[in-house]
């Protein structure tokens, strides 16, 4: 494990008098050396003053990050084209792989979340590290690709909640539900969403705490119910070596690329804890730890998941053409006893449930950050923060509505599948971008003497991992514009070509009307004092 330590100049993280001289952890969650006194000081130092609710611990702030991406949720709904690109050894050693990275660029992004804690996140941070002639379109085009991540997220996951209910009804004796059911119940639920999200902040976190542990539950339940329960398991050569290609096209370098996207999916939105620093307590060390420890959490988590669903994986057709229409509840109903796959299919919906809450969350902060700053058409009324919760609530309604319309794409019961993955696509490709904007500005604008040292710094190892995020990011965001599946019909092409560019007109409309005249990026810290690493 790498060692950095630091002293923060008093005037910019605002010390207090018995940090001096502390050894930190790129790991650690120690976040008794910074008040909330301090923090909203560090806060006033970026220019901003504390509206939101600064209730947040440093687990909690965790706790948002881990539900947000919930890896359990996003696993079973891309398990079926897991199987279909590539099958188990894909599945399982594309998640690897993809985990490795992940961390680096998590390390990446936490050494600049340190520096500038704040709810606008990698927003923000592009607007600190880019030339100040740069800063307003920059720290836009990061912001907006940002939301778009975060709200696709949203859709993905009411859409998702949806076809887990249906699938859960259909297990227990009842009826696959209609398309244009399922969009209405997805846009239901993400209202529900919404108006629990109204609740101070400290509320939700509690809330939150509780998802948390149902979703470690959860996979504790999976890997006992798979290995106890499922009958036939399938053999160990099976699970890590097995490949199987349903996509029609007959390049398996191609395919193998396509199969690489399931784990990529399994970590999108790593980032929250970023989002809720202006919530948490010690957020100089409580954020950045937030969204490291995210990403380690997603990949032990995702790694004991995978495992014993693909051992109960016993008919690849059966869990890819089943009656239920979700393919792990197929492949578990093959396995198990009807009871247990019952018990199995309400477990993850529950899930899904929780971490639908804690993705609405996030994407109001972001939401909110770049209105505060003027990002969006009216957004003097949407960034208003209610006085009673201390919740950007009208912010959290304007995404709603945003993904309503997004959600509106389901409907048509011939491309309703289609359309779904375009969203996940979206949801993918615009966290990518957002994520390597900051990274990148970091790389080829920031000095040793104009970007602060700060307890994540990771000294010479910094544009080593920042190169790496960068070409990892990009490579990833690429795939998902490919088509997977041969021969392209209307069925089954990628709409995420039209999807991104519609969207993409939209952002760029707001921004030749609106934002061009009133946005000039966030405030920004035009000096730092940089400070030696202590012996």
Not at 308 to 330: F, R
């Amino acid at each position: 494990m790498l060692h950095v330590s630091s002293n923060f100049d008093p005037d910019i993280s605002m010390k207090s008098s018995n940090n001096n001289g502390r050894l930190w952890s790129l790991v650690s969650s120690d976040v008794e050396t910074v008040t909330l006194n301090e923090d909203d000081q560090i806060l006033e130092r970026m220019g901003y003053k504390t509206e939101l609710y600064r209730g947040l611990s440093a687990f909690s702030n965790f706790a948002f990050g881990f539900t947000e991406v919930n890896v359990l949720c996003s696993f079973v709904s891309m398990y079926g084209y897991g199987l279909a690109t590539g099958g188990p050894t894909v599945i399982f050693w594309g998640f690897a792989v993809t985990f490795v990275f992940n961390t680096i660029v998590a390390y990446s992004m936490a050494e600049i979340c340190s520096a500038y804690p704040s709810a606008g996140s990698v927003y923000h941070w592009t607007g600190q590290l880019v030339p100040v002639s740069l800063a307003p379109l920059a720290s836009y085009t990061c912001g907006w690709a940002n939301f778009l991540g975060n709200a696709a997220g949203d859709a993905a996951f009411s859409y998702t909640w949806a076809t887990f209910l249906s699938a859960s009804i259909a297990i227990s004796g009842g009826e696959v539900l209609s398309t244009q059911l399922l969009c209405l119940i997805s846009i239901a639920v993400l209202l529900l969403w919404s108006f629990l999200n109204f609740f101070r902040i400290d509320t939700v976190g509690s809330f939150n705490h509780l998802a948390v542990f149902a979703h470690v539950g959860a996979i504790f339940f999976i890997i006992i119910a798979c290995f106890t329960v499922a009958s036939p398991l399938e053999s160990t050569a099976w699970v890590f070596t097995e490949y199987v290609n349903d996509t029609g096209f007959e390049s398996d370098v191609y395919v193998v690329m396509m199969g690489l996207l399931t784990g990529v999916y399994c970590f999108t939105g790593f980032e929250a804890s970023a989002h809720m620093a202006e919530e948490t307590h010690g957020s100089r060390t409580s954020a950045p730890n937030g969204v490291i420890n995210t990403v380690l959490a997603t990949g032990a988590g995702g790694l004991l998941v995978i495992v014993p669903v693909l051992y109960a994986t016993a008919n690849v057709d059966q869990s890819l053409n089943g009656t239920s229409g979700n393919a792990v509840v197929d492949s578990m109903s093959y396995s198990m006893s009807n009871r247990w796959a019952c018990i199995f299919a309400w477990v993850v919906t529950v899930n899904l449930f929780f971490a639908g809450v804690s993705s609405v969350a996030v994407t109001g902060r972001i939401t909110w950050a770049l209105m505060r700053d003027n990002g969006f058409i009216y957004s003097s009324y949407f960034s208003v923060v209610d006085t009673y919760f201390q919740s950007p609530i009208r912010a959290i309604m304007f995404v709603f509505g945003f993904d309503a319309i997004l959600l509106l794409l389901t409907l048509n019961p011939g491309v309703g599948l289609a359309a779904f993955y375009s969203i996940v696509g979206l949801c993918a490709v615009g966290f990518n971008i957002s994520y390597a904007i900051p990274i990148a500005a970091h790389l080829v604008f920031s000095t040793e003497k104009s970007f602060p040292l700060t307890c994540k710094s990771l000294g010479t190892y910094s544009k080593l991992f920042g190169i790496i995020s960068c070409i990892w990011l990009i490579f990833t965001a690429i795939l998902f514009f490919l088509p997977t599946e041969y021969p392209v019909t209307n069925s089954n092409m990628n709409w995420l070509c039209v999807v991104m560019l519609l969207v993409l007109i939209v952002g760029i409309l707001n921004w030749i009307l609106n934002s061009q005249y009133l946005f000039t990026g966030p405030k920004r810290i035009e000096k730092e004092v940089r400070t030696p690493l202590l012996e």
